[in-house]
């Protein structure tokens, strides 16, 4: 498009843009500027930090021919747990972990908060999800060879992650104290302690103490909040950083391309 | 020349020509700080998570308050069948605290010879509903002299022996005695098949039969009664 010529009102001669001079380059516009700013600030910071290097290293890896959507479950389980962080920060807000409280405050938040019943729905449908996702993602890598060298860590990481996402399912179910979160714990506990010899002493842990006592629901809640979720998002570090590391596999139906020189018979 | 440094190096600073090194000085001092920033590393580390991890595990070795609490005069109690008592077990929590015993007078009948060691007398048999299965609350159904376990079937006779279902041992006892005319029921004890008495009570699931009772190792926080 053709640009607009304003009209140019009568000026002194003075206040007249001046013509160029031969050999000097364009002096930049405003506006060219004020387009530019974004690259500029970025520029700014990665001067100082030059984390467009890592950036690229993370989001721009070769990926193998055959890539196709079960890659997609590790990420789908790592937002699973994005979600429950956030609606678990904002169920936080309104719940309170005291024996006499917490099924008032959880009834309190079901019941009468705005869009308080989805909230707490997104919570305990998505760990459902969330578990459900993870062993899917397990399931892909294992049917895919993926845990073989040299991405056996990665398989062990991806191990403790499941079992600390037990650990949430079974501190989680306790906190609305009704009925069946009381009689779950109960049971849970106990099959804890039923372990040989540690057993008695790991099932006095998880109470804190011989009885269900004052302290049981704080202390399933703060590991359910403090604990386990900042070891989920250390361990979820590691696990991306391993995989962008080392790279994901080909799907196993894909065989490589030899090269022709290459193939023993022909040599 | 250098085939053999290590072997050549005396083990004094002074003949290794460190500046300002003494006489009959091992040590360097580089090493010396080192050892020492180490040192006062692990020891202010110590500091804060010791007491951090006795803090989560106190719980586990406190000693429980022997409490006794009366549920009924001792005419409410008949050797034949069991009255259900409400009582707080875990103080502090509420009503989550409580909970339901079966009380009866004791019976030589069934009961056999009564342990004449046992604190409180043990003229009345007070039975925990605590299921010897995972802990679920079973219930007495007095039609067939039986305690019922809803979860998982678990079965227990009269005194509180298995039926049938899955229970690694009898019901777990209280003790009882009697003051100023009222029953009262005090700490927990569990008993294995043979009705042998263990003052530190188990969990559930956990057997108290032969190897069974090495392998779940009482607390060590249980209250001596006398």
């Not at chain 2, 098949?193 to 779940?216: C, H, K, N, T, V």
């Amino acid at each position: 498009m053709a640009r607009l010529k304003l009209p140019i009102p009568p000026l002194p001669p003075a206040l007249l843009p001046r013509p160029k001079r031969p050999g000097q380059a364009e002096k930049a516009k405003p506006l060219d500027q004020a387009k530019e700013a974004g690259i500029h600030a970025a520029d700014w910071v990665d001067e100082r930090t030059t984390l467009s290097g890592a950036l690229r290293w993370t989001m721009f890896r070769k990926v193998p021919k055959g890539t196709n959507w079960f890659y997609t479950l590790g990420s789908a389980a790592m937002f699973a747990f994005l979600s429950q962080a956030v609606t678990g920060v904002f169920l936080a807000m309104y719940y309170t972990p005291s024996v006499t409280d917490a099924y008032e405050s959880t009834r309190h938040i079901t019941n009468e908060v705005f869009l308080g019943e989805f909230v707490r729905g997104m919570h305990k449908w998505g760990s459902t999800m969330m578990v459900i996702l993870i062993f899917l993602h397990m399931g892909r890598v294992f049917f895919f060879g993926a845990y073989k060298y040299p991405r056996e860590i990665n398989w062990i990481i991806g191990f403790v992650l499941l079992v600390l996402t037990f650990v949430m399912s079974l501190t989680g179910y306790l906190l609305p104290f009704d009925q069946r979160s009381y009689w779950a714990t109960i049971v849970a506990a106990n099959i804890t302690a039923s372990g040989p010899i540690v057993g008695p002493f790991l099932g006095d842990f998880l109470r804190g103490g011989a009885e269900f006592g004052a302290t049981t629901l704080s202390r399933f809640y703060s590991i359910h909040m403090l604990l386990v979720p900042g070891l989920i998002a250390a361990l979820i570090g590691a696990h991306i950083y391993l995989v962008t590391r080392l790279g994901t596999t080909a799907p196993p139906w894909l065989k490589a391309d030899v090269d022709e020189r290459l193939r023993e018979d022909e040599v | 020349m250098a085939k053999d440094r290590r072997q050549t190096k005396s083990k004094y600073t002074a003949d290794r020509n460190i500046p300002g090194a003494f006489e009959g000085e091992t040590v360097t001092r580089r090493r010396f700080m080192t050892g020492t920033v180490h040192a006062g590393g692990i020891v202010a580390t110590a500091a804060i998570v010791l007491p951090a991890l006795g803090f989560a595990l106190g719980p586990v070795f406190e000693k429980k308050e022997t409490r006794w609490e009366a549920v009924g005069p001792t005419d409410d109690f008949t050797p034949e069948t069991y009255v259900p008592k409400v009582f707080t077990e875990s103080y502090g929590i509420g009503d989550v605290g409580k909970t339901t015993v079966y009380v009866r007078a004791y019976n030589p009948d069934i009961d056999g010879e009564k342990d004449p060691e046992i604190p409180g007398g043990g003229d009345f048999v007070a039975l925990s509903t605590r299921c010897m299965h995972l802990g679920c609350p079973v219930r007495f159904v007095a039609a067939s002299e039986r305690f019922i376990c809803p979860c998982h079937g678990g079965v227990y006779d009269f005194t509180g022996q298995v039926d049938g279902g899955p229970p690694v041992r009898p019901l777990d006892h209280f003790y009882t005695r009697v003051q100023d005319g009222q029953v009262e029921i005090g700490p927990r004890y569990s008993v294995n098949s043979e009705f042998e008495r263990f003052p530190a009570y188990r969990d559930p699931g956990q057997d108290l039969d032969g190897i069974g009772q090495y392998l779940y190792p009482g607390r060590f926080s249980t209250p001596k009664l006398d």
